[in-house]
């Protein structure tokens, strides 16, 4: 037992050490790059770097790396399919660079997009989906997961073929997009893959199997690597290179883990958001405009097209207060499918 935890703290641990100095490489050479976009909420209105999510990708690969050079060095018996973990690194590391690639479109004067006017324009709306779903392609070539689905209080359901070459590709797809859609505040998107990463391990640990604690270990490992630098005040920013990664990783980690069911309601707040951007036909932005008193305005008014509509609608939130009543929605979610998991007897 003592072998097998050690197994998922050193992946971790160097996770960990490797994202945050690519964080800090990162910080220094987008800013001489000039791949910044406008923080909204600093009174100076500085720029600060983009495309963080490079580092999480990196950080990742290099330690799920580490677990396979152990296990293949002797220095353990690997217990993790190296053909899942290997899918998984070429998921995370394929979706992150289609999510740079919108991350490097920063323009010389200020540009309409998703609501707002910013330097940072971006990938066309249409583009976005396609991108993400080459992240897919690596689990479904290898088949990757179990196709009987067990589905609280109605039983299991096989899916069959339709698992890898359907359901994968749709989860990826909704994943990415929808964890994209929230994150416009410093620590939102960050804090909120340290929670969701942390639910999945406890999960894993508890219920599911050790392939699906290593990537979600490592995954958790990375997140706070980064949190530490994207928290308020943010010295960098995520870009979709890092909603597209995480989002990734997580629906790896669900597949190879088999916890579909209780990663489905886990991620019913993102759901919840892309069923609020379509009332606008996504052509909307969670972010509000910044008060004298530095709290938040909500864009539309009393309209609500967004979570952090909602928030700001019910209390007068500074920038940091934003992320965090987002945070603690996503805990009640978590704690929600912990509920119905023992409650169902999974």
């Not at 990196?58 to 330690?63: K, L, N």
């Amino acid at each position: 037992m003592y072998s097998t935890y050690l197994t998922l703290l050193v992946p971790a641990i160097i996770a960990f050490m490797i994202t945050a100095v690519s964080t800090l490489f990162l910080i220094s050479y987008m800013k001489e790059s000039g791949i910044t976009s406008l923080d909204h909420y600093k009174r100076s209105k500085p720029q600060i770097p983009g495309g963080g999510g490079v580092a999480l990708a990196f950080g990742f690969t290099v330690g799920m790396l580490v677990y396979v050079f152990g296990g293949s060095f002797g220095l353990y018996i690997p217990v993790a399919d190296y053909t899942y973990l290997f899918a998984t690194i070429l998921a995370v590391l394929l979706i992150s660079f289609g999510g740079f690639l919108d991350d490097l479109n920063v323009q010389p004067s200020k540009t309409r997009s998703t609501g707002m006017m910013d330097y940072r324009k971006g990938l066309k709306q249409w583009q976005k989906p396609l991108l993400t779903l080459i992240g897919a392609i690596p689990l479904m070539a290898v088949n990757a997961g179990v196709s009987i689905v067990h589905i609280p209080f109605l039983g299991t359901v096989n899916f069959g073929i339709l698992y890898p070459l359907l359901i994968i590709p749709l989860a990826i797809l909704y994943a990415s997009n929808a964890f994209n859609l929230l994150g416009g505040f410093d620590g939102l998107s960050s804090g909120s893959a340290v929670i969701v990463s942390l639910a999945l391990l406890l999960y894993s640990l508890a219920f599911g199997t050790y392939s699906g604690a290593l990537v979600s270990v490592v995954l958790f490992a990375s997140s706070v690597a980064f949190l530490i630098f994207n928290i308020y005040p943010a010295r960098i920013h995520p870009g979709d290179s890092f909603t597209y990664a995480i989002g990734a990783g997580f629906i790896a980690a669900i597949v190879i883990g088999n916890m579909e069911a209780f990663g489905f309601i886990v991620f019913l707040p993102w759901l919840i958001e892309f069923l609020l951007h379509l009332r606008r036909r996504f052509d909307v932005t969670d972010l509000g405009k910044m008060r004298s008193d530095g709290t938040m305005e909500p864009p539309y008014g009393k309209k609500i097209y967004s979570w952090t509509h909602l928030i700001m609608n019910l209390k007068k939130c500074k920038e940091w207060e934003v992320s965090l009543y987002m945070w603690l929605i996503e805990i009640g979610f978590v704690l929600l499918a912990f509920g119905i998991v023992l409650a169902s007897g999974m």
